[in-house]
């Protein structure tokens, strides 16, 4: 029924972008904030640049790992500015703000998003797009793509605020950071949001990819010395294609039938 | 570097509704039509509604299963008048178009995408929707949804060519069904399409499907006489997140280490 969207920032050098992501959210009614591996949010600076997005950055969460900062996510938005060697595709911003409001419909449940930011220079490491199940560009100029960081969680919140808010112009706000659908008159009552139908948490993932290592090692497909490239690739597969709570199930089920068949 | 659509009709009865779906297609600038269980193509009604898209009738294939009909495919979207219980989500016509037509941009290898109708008044069999990858909905007014059959043909026809086609309003049409991404001046030369780096085509789809049969009978998990939900559910969820074809391989590689395990 809604779309619950989190902000997450990891590896931020410049407290000056804190504050610039914390007023970029808030003006576009987003309010959740975590924080992984950055330098201090609570820095003059950052409380200057803020310009009165203050209580965004007081109430930010401190992770200390991007595992961390997603373990209750549904949905993992890496936003990337090079085209990488990947083969998860980069979407497009408003491709991705379309899709959430499409998920933010009547009879929907409730879904945690994380926007996840990296660092100024360098991105997000590979490591930490491992962790995401969507990846997100905004489209530059070719010969000009340098995007600030500030600027960057600028386009995101504004054109996630224009594809899931409802309201007309003008409007006040409704409880940020939580979009709801637009409800029709006699709309269903909605669904309790049963975890079994929705994606799988980024924690119950990882419960998932560490039982596929174990039975694939068992078998010998993998050799833990020299796994090259398996690992990763299966884990963005399933990362970009996450499975909801009832499949994610089978797959652990069909693993442990493996691991103890009943009947040879 | 391309995408390359083609239309696929299950079951229609009304030959009237090929031959509009024909002309649909022509005005639109696509030309490639498959059969299935179809009444006759090249009746006279169908040819006078056709009116003057015969071509298109006249090179149309007969395919005995829809199997058969998309075993080339990469992509298979499914068309559903109604919002059913399905795990797969209903997407609109428009997002739909919008993500093939960021598949057909610069860089991207040929792929294979048919558009499934159904019969006009049941639309699709749960066998047909379980074949496809994308389930598309045309958005309708919720107390008046019976959109006919080639009315549907056409509204798809012009979305796609509408996200396809990079050529101005006027202009002559491209080579009819096969629309090239917009190609600025000094592109890099097209990658051959290494069947790899695509979507598995719907017959090896099916090779691994057999596969992971065989597999979960052996485990004991899959009773083969009481299969319940459970081979609906995989193939669900691999269909709608469709493995490239190096994912597939990997896929029958752990198939394969299951059945003849190297250690234990």
């Known amino acids: 029924m809604s779309v619950e969207i989190v902000f997450?920032?990891?590896?931020?050098?410049h407290t000056g972008n804190l504050g610039a992501a914390a007023r970029a959210m808030k003006t576009m009614g987003f309010s959740r904030l975590r924080?992984?591996?950055?330098?201090?949010?609570?820095?003059?600076?950052?409380?200057?640049?803020?310009?009165?997005a203050n209580d965004v950055l007081q109430e930010a969460q401190r992770c200390d790992t991007?595992?961390?900062?997603?373990?209750?996510?549904?949905i993992v938005?890496?936003?990337?500015?090079?085209?990488?060697?990947?083969?998860v595709p980069l979407r497009s911003c408003r491709s991705i703000a379309e899709e959430l409001r499409e998920l933010s419909g009547v009879g929907s449940p409730d879904q945690t998003v994380a926007m996840v930011f990296g660092q100024e220079r360098s991105g997000l490491s590979n490591e930490s797009l491992d962790l995401c199940t969507r990846l997100l560009r905004i489209p530059c100029n070719p010969d000009f793509s340098s995007l600030n960081l500030g600027s960057a969680v600028q386009v995101v919140a504004y054109e996630l605020s224009q594809s899931?808010?409802?309201?007309?112009?003008?409007?006040?706000?409704?409880?940020?950071?939580?979009?709801?659908?637009?409800?029709?008159?006699?709309?269903?009552?909605?669904?309790?949001?049963?975890?079994d139908e929705l994606p799988a948490t980024?924690?119950?993932?990882?419960?998932?990819?560490?039982?596929?290592d174990r039975v694939m090692i068992n078998t010998g497909f993998l050799d833990p010395d020299n796994p090259r490239l398996l690992r990763r690739r299966l884990r963005?597969?399933?990362?970009?294609?996450?499975?909801?709570?009832?499949e994610l199930a089978i797959f652990r089920g069909i693993l442990s039938s493996v691991e103890n068949p009943r009947k040879r």
Chains 1, 2 share one sequence.
Do not use: N
């Open 8 to 13: 997450v920032m990891v590896g931020t050098t």
């Open 35 to 52: 924080l992984v591996d950055t330098c201090a949010h609570l820095s003059a600076e950052a409380l200057a640049r803020s310009s009165g």
């Open 66 to 74: 991007l595992q961390e900062a997603v373990a209750d996510c549904h």
């Open 77 to 87: 938005v890496g936003t990337s500015a090079r085209a990488r060697q990947l083969s």
């Open 164 to 195: 899931l808010q409802s309201i007309p112009l003008g409007a006040p706000l409704p409880q940020p950071g939580k979009w709801k659908g637009s409800t029709a008159k006699d709309s269903p009552p909605v669904p309790s949001a049963d975890p």
């Open 202 to 212: 980024s924690e119950a993932m990882e419960h998932f990819f560490e039982h596929l």
């Open 236 to 246: 963005r597969y399933f990362e970009s294609h996450r499975p909801l709570g009832s």
